[in-house]
């Protein structure tokens, strides 16, 4: 801003690409009235990155948006996935904030939501009585599930590369006979979350679907590099921003994308007539 005080500065919403996402998907099952008076709905976010993926997929599937359906699994620090129909967003994990669905690398990713009464309470379970509430606030909550949770809680770390090295070591002093302490469990049970998350929405989205989906397609550090997690989730692969890494146990294809977001924004910018127009 320093450097180019006279260049226009351009935001784009992480959140644009799932407006298509209808109603009943995006709405809570909570008072209406409130609801839209206060915006309480799923936005969902990593939209750039959709928008990105949606298209480099097409044209490597020489097919056209609208006539594509895919599971999109963009899997980073913060993780989402996303259904797409006829290359509209159906439906993503992430919800009013970037918290729900699937656990990141501080975030728990859905939750009962009446957990955080529990953990704010000492007695572990709800009651009214003031003085069971233990130092921390309701809307300490929030910051907690968001940055103090996920992986960074269940195994002190937020790399999910030493996460699965750590787990495959674990697993070769075992077969090597060592003992090992139950505390490294850690590493396995923070692998095998993420992968039981991330199957069961790729098993809701196939069934929104109607089990018409062309492919399911990996991005985001961990879907892009994590073979042990796509191993898990069925499949197995290489490199390139869209890479055919063959078909999965129930013959739909499955791809690797290199995602992109702020190409996609640069992109965006540079495509936009108005953008270009002289005051
Ligand atoms: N080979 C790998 N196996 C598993 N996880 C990996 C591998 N390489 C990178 N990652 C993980 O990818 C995550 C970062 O993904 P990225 O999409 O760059 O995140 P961000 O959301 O911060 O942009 C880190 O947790 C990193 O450990
Ligand atoms: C919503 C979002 O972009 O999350 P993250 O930056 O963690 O990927
Ligand atoms: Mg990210």
Redesign the pocket.
């Known amino acids: 801003m320093e450097a180019l005080p006279n260049a226009n500065s351009i935001a784009y919403f992480d959140t644009s690409f799932h407006r298509t996402i209808p109603p009943h998907i995006s709405s809570y099952a909570i008072r209406q009235d409130i609801a839209k008076k206060r915006g309480l709905q799923k936005y969902g976010f990593h939209g750039l990155s959709y928008t990105y993926i949606l298209h480099a997929v097409t044209v490597f599937l020489h097919q056209e948006p609208a006539a594509t359906n895919l599971i999109v699994l963009?899997?980073?620090?913060?993780?989402s996935m996303c259904a797409i129909r006829a290359g509209k967003s159906l439906d993503t994990t992430m919800g009013l904030t970037p918290l729900n669905g699937l656990p990141?690398?501080t975030r728990s990713g859905a939750v009962d939501p009446s957990l955080i009464f529990h953990y704010t309470n000492r007695a572990g379970r709800i009651s009214h009585d003031r003085s069971l509430a233990v130092n921390v606030h309701v809307t300490q909550a929030e910051d907690i599930l968001n940055k103090h949770a996920g992986?960074a809680a269940l195994t002190g770390t937020?790399?999910?590369?030493?996460?699965?090295r750590q787990m495959r070591a674990v697993e070769e002093r075992r077969a090597a006979g060592e003992a090992v302490g139950e505390e490294e469990g850690k590493w396995k049970l923070a692998f095998d979350l993420f992968v039981d998350r991330v199957i069961g929405y790729v098993g809701s989205y196939f069934a929104k679907l109607g089990g018409e989906v062309d492919a399911l397609v990996f991005?985001?550090?961990?879907?892009?590099?994590?073979?042990?997690?796509r191993e898990e989730v069925g499949v197995d692969g290489a490199d390139g921003v869209v890479v055919d890494i063959g078909t999965s146990k129930d013959k739909k294809r499955v791809l690797v994308c290199r995602?992109d977001e702020q190409l996609e924004m640069a992109k965006e910018c540079a495509l936009s007539e108005k953008f270009w127009r002289r005051n």
Do not use: P
């Open positions: 963009h899997l980073g620090s913060g993780a990141g690398a992986w937020t790399d999910f590369g030493e996460i699965v991005s985001g550090g961990i879907g892009e590099r994590s073979v042990e997690l995602t």
